[in-house]
């Protein structure tokens, strides 16, 4: 039976655009603007979702974003939320939390074994006895979380944008719009966001019969409309505050970060649920979500409705009903004394009951909704019904008004400190952080011409903030009926009166939490669970609070709240990872790379090649190959990606001092120096090769992973110093080819003027002339070979000279290796490399690299520490090893542990086949006692085998 | 700064522009500009002129640069002549053709325009000077312009671009996409553009997100040669 | 996302930045003790209150001093750290 209601002025819907879908396999019709929760219950469909923990009927509740009992999925998204999510044509929908369909859930019968699921169930389930945790574990997985993820759901693009404005305002309301409306008037560029479809809030629904009501909204809007300085945005909700007024705003189709000069947060409050036995049923609703589904959707709550209330808004809702074509039973006011209203009610034929509660809600003979109310006498003092005389009134539906709990999230968030004002019986704001104001009755102002003037009050406050003038607004505290009760729970024997739908928590499971102790409001939220369903206590945390507060007997204000966090609603994953940035350097010869069959690898920000693949090659014989081309003639790499850095000035040396481990001052020109560099705690970051040019210029060349961090250090350093000298990273600007292997000199000689004879350019030193045409800084290194040359050249230029050597070599077949065959040959030249042979806590003695310290120096960074390290005992040390000739065994791995017994003495850093020496080596960390040349010891492998490991001298290539 | 001839046959040992390994296609037409080889066209040029509209971006990477920077830089330019911006991270043009960037206080980025001839005459100076260190650039450039300009940088960049905050000779030194980047407002024919640059090894990640946010927007890769009609 | 003034560039959301950690003067290296150069390198105080902290603004490499209320997360100033600053400072005392 259709409960749609003729048009009502302002509905949000398009009555001539049909929408066919389709729910738990029935067909129904909607209009376009129709949420799923408003289209079905305009159809007659009252049973909408079950509830997560007992699989209860639930219908609406709220229509506000808070009915998380409705969960809905189309087969592709799933939880949707079926009170805000506008239903398509096409659409095919169904509940997520059943077993069998929302009618016949086959999980309902939990509800009737309820009494065995006491509050903590899952604590206690999980902690004795401890030989139960499988079996529960299991039975609780399968019945825990809601929804299935769709694991074939396609990458959609959510965008992540930044925008900025002067006032950013929450909710648009009155109070938020008439705040918008003062703020653009002076001229600032204002934002305003709300998460309905439409702006207005509850000027849009809350009537109270009075249909001028919509025409002021329809008034207010255009004067909106009518400047471009204000920005609408609808169907979006503030997620959260972080500092400086950063909002992200979440709408379906990405989240945008707007940053704000201030922020005005009118963000309203949420209706609170009266707590009495079967609150829950279909067909028990909010006194607002009854409003809404009139004005919004033209869709009649119910034929014969009862109204609880505890305020006199429970009376608007009446006469809303009344408009509707709801025949209104009766009015049900928990205080002693009705509204000035009740006289209207009366003469429209509506029974009003002050002084009485609803006791009970009964349910239709399948549960699927509500055929009558019990009321009786309500003791206020007591909280406690009195049940010597009840009255069961014949209805299909109960609207609840009993009070508000502000939507204060985002002032929380941002570190207000709120205070209850027994005045309206809610917490408002005490102490704002600066910039950033609340208006309306998130602010505890409720009379509608009092919240309009708030907005004002607000938005002046704002552009005093921002330097402007404006005047001050007084506004007038509020007076009258109280719009929340304190207390408007009813007890029953039987229970079942729910405080917390999201999670199916009744009043008795407080009673009990504070029993055993749990009667702190964050320990009680996390032994009941209230407040952590996925509407996150919107509906249920005040009455919490409040129940708390009697149990303990102590003000409400006594018992604090919890704490709120991002995001106020459910946040896809989608819309937190956006495009997702991936970004990455790329040497001028990447092309190359890739058409060459490389395989990157990312080192740092940096893609490099790790080695190059041939067809029917494995990564094992590629690395081989080219490390024996190394061995046998030629290699060259792309070292495009080490950090490069000059050092300018009269100071240089000086400064290299200071930074480094060695002695640069005496250094002459066109020679090359070691230089490591240690943190203040002797630790080594990284190490690399000072060349000195000239007397006031070296090129440092350091590791490709740190050569971001050792540069900031450099500048960190200079900024301290004040030396006289310039620092320039070249690290982009350079690219290098390091040129190794026997053949390597003879390949080169044939591109470059310069004399390249052993005498005339020895190792470490370095040269500057032309290579294939090209500038060049060369550079005699022995990393990976005794013969090898770094070309350090313009990026650009890079490929050029690569090219120039792959065909001057071409007679001795060189080749190119890439770095992760770099990683194995240097080891068989038995070098440790900072990171991968050292971690975080290595000192240079531990590495045996004292050669590299100058300790008498006046000053290095770490040398004081290093002074007093010294002095003790060496605690692991560095060595070669090597394992037994053809080794076949399981092959240990960087990382595996060297044991003896139970005792760890250490652990492999690195370890790697050589072909050439056709012996699996390494480098280890052990204790000083098993350092001696021959001294053996034992490596733990993955899969628990010990390899014996023997120490040798290094180069390995020598042994 | 060298005309661009779109005939001359593209050398192989020339210089490739920073960002071409993003940017392969057939329709991707080659020249050697300033000795770089770079895109002069991705499409026809009334496909190229549409994006323009709405959101074209040109790898500039082969305009001529230079950098110095220490105590005596700014002492140094004035030496040579050139005109430069008198607060920090501002920029001026020095003889018509030539941008002059003041990266912070004591650096300066300068980029000759077409017809420039600024960077060529200082590339010739090899004397090193006290307080004042040469800074090899090799910067990835492009150039913005469209409508949807801001649309773009509001994914890349938190900071506020419109021309309200971003004056007319503001340089920004921020983040794009997660990595360093210098940001300019200037006017080309009358309509405001945007210029970026960054490290040139981050050249094809930054071309590649610039075109996939502009190819959402409507907009796409323009070649050297649209922009300077 | 918290903004930070750089002396240079201008205020800026954090995500600019890297923290460089507490500024603190360390004792003279020649004439403190081991366990007086022990506690410089390994303590910090975690105690909250005004801090000196080192920050360094990425994209245009600045380094910068922050005075930081580390209770509040109030940035009372930044300032580059250099000779004059610390003349200045001294002179202000």
Same mark, same amino acid.
């Given at each position: 039976?259709?409960?749609?209601?003729?048009?009502?002025?302002?509905?949000?819907?398009?009555?001539?655009?049909?929408?066919?879908?389709?729910?738990?396999?029935?067909?129904?019709?909607?209009?376009?603007?129709?949420?799923?929760?408003?289209?079905?219950?305009?159809?007659?469909?009252?049973?909408?979702?079950?509830?997560?923990?007992?699989?209860?009927?639930?219908?609406?509740?709220?229509?506000?974003?808070?009915?998380?009992?409705?969960?809905?999925?189309?087969?592709?998204?799933?939880?949707?939320?079926?009170?805000?999510?506008?239903?398509?044509?096409?659409?095919?929908?169904?509940?997520?939390?059943?077993?069998?369909?929302?009618?016949?859930?086959?999980?309902?019968?939990?509800?009737?074994?309820?009494?065995?699921?006491?509050?903590?169930?899952?604590?206690?389930?999980?902690?004795?006895?401890?030989?139960?945790?499988?079996?529960?574990?299991?039975?609780?997985?399968?019945?825990?979380?809601?929804?299935?993820?769709?694991?074939?759901?396609?990458?959609?693009?959510?965008?992540?944008?930044?925008?900025?404005?002067?006032?950013?305002?929450?909710?648009?309301?009155?109070?938020?719009?008439?705040?918008?409306?003062?703020?653009?008037?002076?001229?600032?560029?204002?934002?305003?966001?709300?998460?309905?479809?439409?702006?207005?809030?509850?000027?849009?629904?809350?009537?109270?019969?009075?249909?001028?009501?919509?025409?002021?909204?329809?008034?207010?809007?255009?004067?909106?409309?009518?400047?471009?300085?204000?920005?609408?945005?609808?169907?979006?909700?503030?997620?959260?505050?972080?500092?400086?007024?950063?909002?992200?705003?979440?709408?379906?189709?990405?989240?945008?970060?707007?940053?704000?000069?201030?922020?005005?947060?009118?963000?309203?409050?949420?209706?609170?649920?009266?707590?009495?036995?079967?609150?829950?049923?279909?067909?028990?609703?909010?006194?607002?979500?009854?409003?809404?589904?009139?004005?919004?959707?033209?869709?009649?709550?119910?034929?014969?409705?009862?109204?609880?209330?505890?305020?006199?808004?429970?009376?608007?809702?009446?006469?809303?009903?009344?408009?509707?074509?709801?025949?209104?039973?009766?009015?049900?006011?928990?205080?002693?004394?009705?509204?000035?209203?009740?006289?209207?009610?009366?003469?429209?034929?509506?029974?009003?009951?002050?002084?009485?509660?609803?006791?009970?809600?009964?349910?239709?003979?399948?549960?699927?909704?509500?055929?009558?109310?019990?009321?009786?006498?309500?003791?206020?003092?007591?909280?406690?019904?009195?049940?010597?005389?009840?009255?069961?009134?014949?209805?299909?539906?109960?609207?609840?008004?009993?009070?508000?709990?502000?939507?204060?999230?985002?002032?929380?968030?941002?570190?207000?400190?709120?205070?209850?004002?027994?005045?309206?019986?809610?917490?408002?704001?005490?102490?704002?952080?600066?910039?950033?104001?609340?208006?309306?009755?998130?602010?505890?102002?409720?009379?509608?011409?009092?919240?309009?003037?708030?907005?004002?009050?607000?938005?002046?406050?704002?552009?005093?903030?921002?330097?402007?003038?404006?005047?001050?607004?007084?506004?007038?505290?509020?007076?009258?009926?109280?719009?929340?009760?304190?207390?408007?729970?009813?007890?029953?024997?039987?229970?079942?009166?729910?405080?917390?739908?999201?999670?199916?928590?009744?009043?008795?499971?407080?009673?009990?939490?504070?029993?055993?102790?749990?009667?702190?409001?964050?320990?009680?939220?996390?032994?009941?669970?209230?407040?952590?369903?996925?509407?996150?206590?919107?509906?249920?945390?005040?009455?919490?609070?409040?129940?708390?507060?009697?149990?303990?007997?102590?003000?409400?204000?006594?018992?604090?709240?919890?704490?709120?966090?991002?995001?106020?609603?459910?946040?896809?994953?989608?819309?937190?990872?956006?495009?997702?940035?991936?970004?990455?350097?790329?040497?001028?010869?990447?092309?190359?790379?890739?058409?060459?069959?490389?395989?990157?690898?990312?080192?740092?920000?940096?893609?490099?090649?790790?080695?190059?693949?041939?067809?029917?090659?494995?990564?094992?014989?590629?690395?081989?190959?080219?490390?024996?081309?190394?061995?046998?003639?030629?290699?060259?790499?792309?070292?495009?990606?080490?950090?490069?850095?000059?050092?300018?000035?009269?100071?240089?040396?000086?400064?290299?001092?200071?930074?480094?481990?060695?002695?640069?001052?005496?250094?002459?020109?066109?020679?090359?120096?070691?230089?490591?560099?240690?943190?203040?705690?002797?630790?080594?970051?990284?190490?690399?090769?000072?060349?000195?040019?000239?007397?006031?210029?070296?090129?440092?060349?350091?590791?490709?992973?740190?050569?971001?961090?050792?540069?900031?250090?450099?500048?960190?350093?200079?900024?301290?110093?004040?030396?006289?000298?310039?620092?320039?990273?070249?690290?982009?600007?350079?690219?290098?080819?390091?040129?190794?292997?026997?053949?390597?000199?003879?390949?080169?000689?044939?591109?470059?003027?310069?004399?390249?004879?052993?005498?005339?350019?020895?190792?470490?030193?370095?040269?500057?002339?032309?290579?294939?045409?090209?500038?060049?800084?060369?550079?005699?290194?022995?990393?990976?070979?005794?013969?090898?040359?770094?070309?350090?050249?313009?990026?650009?230029?890079?490929?050029?000279?690569?090219?120039?050597?792959?065909?001057?070599?071409?007679?001795?077949?060189?080749?190119?290796?890439?770095?992760?065959?770099?990683?194995?040959?240097?080891?068989?030249?038995?070098?440790?490399?900072?990171?991968?042979?050292?971690?975080?806590?290595?000192?240079?003695?531990?590495?045996?690299?004292?050669?590299?310290?100058?300790?008498?120096?006046?000053?290095?960074?770490?040398?004081?520490?290093?002074?007093?390290?010294?002095?003790?005992?060496?605690?692991?040390?560095?060595?070669?090893?090597?394992?037994?000739?053809?080794?076949?065994?399981?092959?240990?791995?960087?990382?595996?542990?060297?044991?003896?017994?139970?005792?760890?003495?250490?652990?492999?850093?690195?370890?790697?086949?050589?072909?050439?020496?056709?012996?699996?080596?390494?480098?280890?960390?052990?204790?000083?006692?098993?350092?001696?040349?021959?001294?053996?010891?034992?490596?733990?492998?993955?899969?628990?085998?010990?390899?014996?490991?023997?120490?040798?001298?290094?180069?390995?290539?020598?042994? | 700064?060298?005309?661009?001839?779109?005939?001359?046959?593209?050398?192989?040992?020339?210089?490739?522009?920073?960002?071409?390994?993003?940017?392969?296609?057939?329709?991707?037409?080659?020249?050697?500009?300033?000795?770089?080889?770079?895109?002069?066209?991705?499409?026809?040029?009334?496909?190229?002129?549409?994006?323009?509209?709405?959101?074209?971006?040109?790898?500039?990477?082969?305009?001529?640069?230079?950098?110095?920077?220490?105590?005596?830089?700014?002492?140094?330019?004035?030496?040579?002549?050139?005109?430069?911006?008198?607060?920090?991270?501002?920029?001026?043009?020095?003889?018509?053709?030539?941008?002059?960037?003041?990266?912070?206080?004591?650096?300066?980025?300068?980029?000759?325009?077409?017809?420039?001839?600024?960077?060529?005459?200082?590339?010739?100076?090899?004397?090193?000077?006290?307080?004042?260190?040469?800074?090899?650039?090799?910067?990835?450039?492009?150039?913005?312009?469209?409508?949807?300009?801001?649309?773009?940088?509001?994914?890349?960049?938190?900071?506020?671009?419109?021309?309200?905050?971003?004056?007319?000779?503001?340089?920004?030194?921020?983040?794009?996409?997660?990595?360093?980047?210098?940001?300019?407002?200037?006017?080309?024919?009358?309509?405001?553009?945007?210029?970026?640059?960054?490290?040139?090894?981050?050249?094809?990640?930054?071309?590649?997100?610039?075109?996939?946010?502009?190819?959402?927007?409507?907009?796409?890769?323009?070649?050297?040669?649209?922009?300077?009609? | 996302?918290?903004?930070?003034?750089?002396?240079?560039?201008?205020?800026?959301?954090?995500?600019?930045?890297?923290?460089?950690?507490?500024?603190?003067?360390?004792?003279?290296?020649? !004439?403190? +003790? $081991?366990?007086?150069?022990?506690? &410089?390198?390994?303590?910090? @105080?975690?105690?909250?209150?005004?801090?000196?902290?080192?920050?360094?603004?990425?994209?245009?490499?600045?380094?910068?001093?922050?005075?930081?209320? !580390?209770? +509040? $997360?109030?940035?009372?100033?930044? &300032?580059?750290?250099?000779? @004059?600053?610390?003349?200045?400072?001294?002179?202000?005392?």
């Amino acid at each position: 039976m259709s409960l749609r209601t003729t048009k009502q002025n302002g509905e949000w819907l398009d009555r001539t655009k049909k929408i066919n879908f389709t729910f738990e396999g029935e067909a129904f019709i909607a209009f376009e603007g129709d949420t799923i929760s408003s289209a079905l219950w305009a159809a007659g469909q009252k049973v909408l979702g079950r509830s997560f923990k007992y699989h209860r009927a639930r219908g609406v509740l709220s229509l506000a974003n808070h009915d998380v009992n409705i969960l809905v999925t189309d087969g592709m998204d799933t939880n949707m939320r079926a009170d805000i999510v506008l239903v398509k044509d096409g659409m095919v929908l169904n509940a997520v939390n059943t077993v069998g369909g929302v009618k016949k859930d086959k999980n309902s019968f939990i509800d009737s074994i309820s009494p065995l699921l006491p509050v903590g169930f899952y604590y206690k389930a999980f902690h004795t006895p401890r030989r139960f945790f499988p079996f529960w574990e299991k039975v609780i997985r399968k019945a825990s979380g809601l929804g299935i993820v769709n694991f074939d759901y396609p990458r959609i693009l959510k965008r992540k944008l930044h925008t900025h404005c002067d006032v950013l305002v929450i909710g648009a309301g009155p109070s938020g719009l008439t705040a918008a409306l003062v703020a653009a008037e002076a001229g600032l560029e204002v934002t305003i966001v709300d998460e309905n479809q439409q702006a207005g809030g509850s000027l849009g629904y809350n009537r109270g019969g009075n249909v001028a009501t919509a025409s002021q909204l329809t008034d207010l809007l255009a004067k909106v409309a009518g400047y471009s300085n204000i920005t609408m945005i609808t169907g979006a909700y503030a997620a959260g505050y972080y500092p400086d007024h950063l909002i992200p705003i979440v709408a379906a189709n990405g989240i945008t970060k707007v940053r704000a000069k201030t922020v005005i947060v009118a963000s309203g409050a949420f209706e609170q649920p009266p707590v009495f036995r079967y609150n829950d049923l279909p067909g028990v609703m909010l006194g607002s979500a009854a409003q809404r589904l009139i004005y919004r959707y033209g869709v009649k709550p119910f034929n014969n409705g009862v109204v609880v209330t505890a305020n006199d808004y429970g009376y608007r809702v009446a006469l809303d009903l009344l408009v509707a074509g709801t025949k209104v039973v009766a009015v049900v006011d928990l205080r002693a004394e009705a509204s000035s209203m009740a006289a209207e009610l009366t003469k429209r034929g509506v029974k009003v009951y002050p002084g009485h509660c609803v006791y009970e809600a009964l349910a239709s003979s399948d549960k699927s909704g509500v055929r009558g109310a019990i009321i009786c006498a309500y003791d206020e003092q007591k909280n406690v019904a009195i049940t010597t005389k009840k009255i069961t009134l014949e209805c299909d539906g109960i609207a609840m008004s009993a009070g508000w709990a502000p939507a204060g999230a985002l002032l929380y968030q941002a570190g207000t400190a709120m205070q209850f004002d027994y005045a309206v019986q809610q917490f408002v704001p005490n102490r704002i952080p600066d910039g950033i104001f609340a208006a309306g009755k998130v602010n505890g102002i409720f009379e509608l011409e009092q919240r309009i003037n708030d907005g004002r009050r607000a938005a002046n406050e704002a552009l005093r903030y921002l330097g402007l003038s404006a005047p001050e607004v007084v506004v007038e505290k509020h007076v009258g009926a109280c719009p929340s009760h304190p207390y408007p729970m009813v007890p029953h024997d039987k229970g079942k009166n729910f405080v917390d739908f999201d999670e199916d928590i009744q009043i008795k499971d407080f009673v009990n939490a504070a029993k055993e102790g749990f009667d702190n409001i964050e320990l009680m939220k996390r032994f009941t669970t209230v407040g952590m369903g996925p509407s996150q206590g919107k509906h249920s945390n005040m009455n919490a609070i409040r129940i708390l507060a009697k149990i303990r007997n102590l003000p409400v204000e006594k018992i604090g709240t919890t704490t709120s966090r991002p995001f106020f609603h459910p946040t896809p994953i989608g819309h937190l990872g956006g495009r997702g940035f991936h970004s990455h350097r790329l040497t001028s010869l990447h092309q190359w790379h890739a058409d060459h069959g490389a395989v990157f690898t990312d080192i740092g920000a940096w893609k490099r090649a790790a080695y190059y693949l041939t067809a029917g090659q494995t990564k094992e014989d590629a690395i081989q190959t080219e490390a024996m081309a190394v061995r046998q003639t030629a290699g060259i790499i792309d070292g495009s990606s080490f950090g490069k850095i000059e050092v300018h000035g009269p100071d240089a040396a000086e400064f290299l001092e200071r930074f480094f481990t060695g002695v640069y001052t005496t250094q002459k020109v066109g020679s090359c120096r070691y230089v490591m560099l240690l943190d203040e705690s002797g630790v080594i970051v990284d190490d690399g090769i000072a060349s000195r040019l000239a007397d006031d210029l070296f090129y440092l060349s350091v590791g490709t992973s740190n050569a971001a961090a050792v540069y900031r250090e450099m500048q960190r350093s200079q900024q301290m110093w004040q030396l006289d000298l310039g620092l320039v990273n070249v690290t982009g600007a350079f690219g290098a080819i390091n040129i190794a292997g026997p053949a390597a000199r003879e390949i080169l000689a044939t591109l470059t003027d310069l004399d390249l004879s052993y005498e005339s350019f020895p190792i470490s030193s370095v040269r500057e002339s032309f290579v294939a045409g090209v500038e060049a800084r060369l550079i005699r290194v022995a990393f990976v070979s005794d013969v090898g040359y770094e070309l350090h050249i313009p990026m650009v230029q890079v490929p050029q000279v690569w090219q120039a050597l792959l065909d001057a070599g071409k007679k001795h077949g060189v080749r190119p290796f890439g770095s992760d065959t770099q990683r194995l040959l240097r080891l068989e030249m038995g070098h440790a490399m900072p990171g991968v042979d050292t971690d975080g806590l290595t000192n240079p003695f531990e590495i045996g690299a004292e050669w590299a310290l100058k300790m008498t120096k006046a000053y290095f960074i770490g040398q004081r520490s290093l002074q007093i390290l010294a002095k003790k005992p060496l605690r692991k040390r560095l060595v070669a090893f090597v394992l037994a000739e053809n080794f076949k065994g399981e092959m240990p791995m960087d990382c595996n542990l060297v044991l003896e017994g139970r005792e760890i003495l250490g652990r492999v850093t690195s370890i790697g086949y050589s072909k050439f020496i056709n012996r699996c080596i390494g480098l280890a960390f052990v204790t000083p006692a098993k350092t001696a040349i021959g001294a053996q010891f034992q490596i733990r492998t993955d899969n628990g085998s010990s390899v014996t490991a023997t120490v040798v001298k290094t180069p390995f290539l020598k042994n | 700064m060298q005309a661009l001839t779109p005939n001359k046959a593209v050398k192989l040992d020339a210089k490739i522009s920073p960002a071409a390994p993003a940017q392969s296609g057939a329709n991707v037409k080659w020249a050697v500009m300033n000795d770089m080889q770079i895109a002069t066209a991705f499409a026809s040029a009334e496909v190229e002129q549409a994006r323009q509209k709405v959101l074209g971006v040109t790898d500039v990477s082969c305009f001529p640069r230079y950098g110095f920077k220490g105590p005596q830089a700014a002492q140094w330019a004035a030496d040579h002549e050139l005109a430069i911006p008198s607060s920090p991270n501002s920029w001026t043009l020095s003889d018509q053709k030539s941008l002059v960037l003041r990266l912070g206080g004591s650096e300066f980025l300068l980029e000759d325009q077409i017809g420039g001839i600024v960077c060529e005459k200082l590339s010739s100076i090899s004397a090193r000077v006290a307080g004042v260190y040469k800074v090899p650039r090799a910067d990835a450039a492009f150039i913005l312009n469209g409508s949807a300009a801001l649309n773009l940088f509001a994914e890349l960049c938190s900071l506020d671009l419109r021309p309200s905050a971003l004056l007319a000779n503001d340089v920004i030194m921020t983040q794009l996409a997660g990595i360093s980047a210098i940001v300019i407002r200037q006017t080309h024919n009358g309509e405001p553009v945007y210029r970026i640059w960054c490290d040139g090894t981050y050249g094809a990640y930054m071309w590649e997100t610039l075109i996939e946010i502009a190819v959402e927007l409507g907009g796409g890769a323009v070649g050297l040669a649209s922009y300077q009609q | 996302m918290k903004l930070l003034t750089c002396p240079l560039n201008g205020s800026r959301p954090l995500s600019e930045f890297i923290f460089g950690g507490e500024y603190r003067d360390a004792p003279d290296q020649k !004439t403190c +003790s $081991d366990s007086e150069w022990a506690a &410089y390198v390994h303590n910090r @105080n975690g105690a909250p209150g005004d801090k000196k902290e080192w920050w360094y603004h990425s994209p245009s490499g600045t380094w910068f001093i922050a005075e930081r209320n !580390t209770l +509040s $997360d109030k940035v009372s100033r930044t &300032y580059l750290l250099s000779v @004059n600053t610390n003349q200045m400072q001294e002179q202000a005392k």
